[in-house]
């Protein structure tokens, strides 16, 4: 019913002289940019509060392909957290890869087994041209991954009806950008799930509103900012509420010259008299490798002598503060620890580089992410003593996108 009164609405709303936009997405081949969202969330079980989080999405998309006005997206998800109001830097929880296709209205062709993008076809535009004041309705879908929280391996779906409202037009930093309101409400009783021993969703509700900043010219989103409140109700008889707000900006990314990037630091580096530092260019950026950093035995705290080295560093990387940084530590395998004791470590050590670089003012809080990788990745025989010391390093990467 509603798709059927849609054209007679938009044409009484044009005859009024209200300018009408018609919303399509353009894709070009081998652009690359960034999509950038900061998500403050409450979280409460059984009506009582448990604890708040603040998470940092970093998406990186590149269009591989074009195809009939559609777009083939190739997509490196980052998923990080930290303690709510903390000054530290994100620590990296989740990395997601997904591949799909999305055609000039916003509509999704992608595998359902991915567990990125978590909201799929919204914004779907209509076909027709769009006057200020228009409304219109369209499915949309979300994708949760509940493997930790819930034990839920599989990528976990649910359906939207979206509600759109074309609000008009206004000016941010230069660009004449449509402002569009969208808001959903959930109500998704979940097919039985497989007997499992932790207590799964039977049921969601929620609401979702946001405004979405759309940029006319380039056919592509320029931000959102988004209050939602979901329910998952458990097998249980428990239930989980999220609560809270989110906002996002799309980021070009300039080209990185990574030989050249990786010549100038290398230089950099000599010139500056740093030790045990070697740089490579790779696929996804440019890597500054800090072999053998001195800790304590068994400790986060950086000795002197690598804060001495980090500041130094730091000054290199002032030079890049439109990149993302990733900040990876590696521990050598050594008898005597456990797995959970290497990654542990590994995650705080990466953290505590962060955190310094952050404390001098070389990185932003949002432009780097740490992570621990234990001794999962070695670059050289654990069974001697040069091989640990080449194992036990720190990775900075300055991200391509």
Not at 259 to 287: C, M, N, P, Y
Request: with cysteine; charged share 25%; proline share 5%.
């Amino acid at each position: 019913m509603m798709k059927r009164c849609l054209p007679l609405l938009l044409l009484v709303l044009a005859a009024r002289g209200l300018p009408a936009e018609q919303f399509r997405f353009k894709y070009t081949p081998d652009q690359k940019y960034r999509i950038l969202s900061e998500v403050f969330e409450s979280v409460s079980i059984n009506g009582v509060f448990s604890h708040q989080a603040n998470i940092l999405n970093k998406i990186a998309v590149e269009t591989l392909a074009v195809k009939e006005a559609s777009g083939l997206l190739s997509c490196t998800f980052q998923t990080s957290e930290r303690a709510f109001g903390a000054r530290s830097s994100f620590e990296l929880s989740e990395d997601y890869p997904s591949v799909f296709w999305r055609d000039e209205l916003g509509r999704y062709a992608i595998d359902p087994a991915y567990f990125m993008p978590v909201v799929r076809n919204v914004p779907t535009f209509p076909r027709e041209d769009v006057p200020q004041g228009g409304t219109w309705s369209a499915a949309g879908e979300e994708v949760h991954d509940l493997r930790r929280s819930f034990g839920v391996e599989k990528a976990f779906h649910f359906p939207v009806k979206v509600s759109y409202r074309y609000a008009g037009r206004e000016v941010r930093e230069g660009r004449e950008l449509a402002v569009i309101e969208i808001s959903y409400t959930i109500f998704h009783r979940v097919e039985p799930l497989p007997r499992s021993a932790r207590p799964a969703p039977v049921r969601i509700t929620g609401t979702s509103e946001q405004t979405y900043t759309w940029d006319l010219e380039k056919g592509q989103p320029h931000s959102y900012e988004e209050s939602f409140d979901f329910i998952f109700h458990l097998s249980d008889g428990n239930f989980v509420e999220y609560e809270g707000t989110a906002r996002g900006t799309l980021i070009e990314s300039p080209k990185l010259d990574k030989e050249k990037a990786a010549a100038e630091i290398r230089r950099q580096l000599e010139e500056s008299g740093v030790e045990d530092a070697t740089v490579k260019a790779e696929d996804r950026g440019v890597t500054i490798t800090l072999q053998n950093i001195q800790f304590p035995p068994n400790s986060v705290l950086l000795v002197e002598a690598e804060k001495v080295k980090l500041r130094k560093i730091g000054e290199i990387l002032k030079g890049y503060s439109e990149r993302d940084i990733l900040i990876a530590g590696h521990t050598a395998l050594a008898g005597g620890y456990s797995e959970e004791d290497h990654q542990s470590l590994s995650e705080g050590r990466a953290r505590a580089v962060a955190d310094y670089l952050l404390a001098i003012g070389a990185l932003r809080d949002k432009q780097v992410t740490s992570r621990g990788l234990g001794h999962s990745q070695p670059v050289a025989d654990n069974g001697s003593e040069e091989g640990r010391r080449l194992n036990r390093r720190v990775e900075i990467t300055i991200l391509e996108n």
